[in-house]
């Protein structure tokens, strides 16, 4: 193996990192001058091509105890999966503008859950939103639209729970993964046929979901490399 660090920078010259010393005295090396110029167009050119040394993804080896919403999101595009529960414990929203959809998405579901108990659309809107004293009336009038939209019939049922850790959580928690509701029929569909032979199997990092709006509420959006609209995220959400 060869580790090598940037000793120049144009007439500046520089020392290796304490890391390269430590591994240095570490293994007994000697750290061997750089000769400039000596890394050619040419010399690298040369270099003959091999094949990737990665396997493709076992979707079988993926741990049992993964949660509803990372499954569903390998369902629906991997590299959000890859980017939310691979290389990070949870997605975290960035943007003012997915945390507003994503608090909508709470609110409808915890007025879901009242209605559930008896109470009335409106009285449980009025309740909930009694929970959240700061919000402009923009906001409020945003929310009460979201949650006429949310229960308007077409809607999953979210009668069912997942249990995690000994304990159950609402499925209605979903709305908050997948604000949109056609996102939510989309990825509740992938995620169906994970377990039959139409379900998805491997990994590919360079898939686009197909449905566009799965870009516009998702966290990565800002920086991945399959996002739709990805350098004009303003004018799609207007
Ligand atoms: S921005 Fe789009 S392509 Fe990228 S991870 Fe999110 S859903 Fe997938």
Redesign the pocket.
Known sequence: MTLSFVSARGEKLLAPSPYIRLLQEATGTTITPSARDAITYSRVSAVPLRPGRIKDYDKGKMPEDTVREARMDYA??P??YL?SYVLEKYPVYQSDFQMQYALNALISAISHLMEEQGMKEDEAYEAVMALFPWMRRAQKRQVYDYISHDLDGHDLDYGNRTECGGRYYTDERLKLHYPNQDVRTEVNTRYGRLNTPDGRKGLDLYE??ERQD??SF????AY?????Y?GDQESYYD
Do not use: I, Q, W
């Open positions: 629906l595009c590299m959000k980017l686009a979901p799965a870009c998702c966290p990565h959006v991945c490399r399959n996002a739709r990805v």
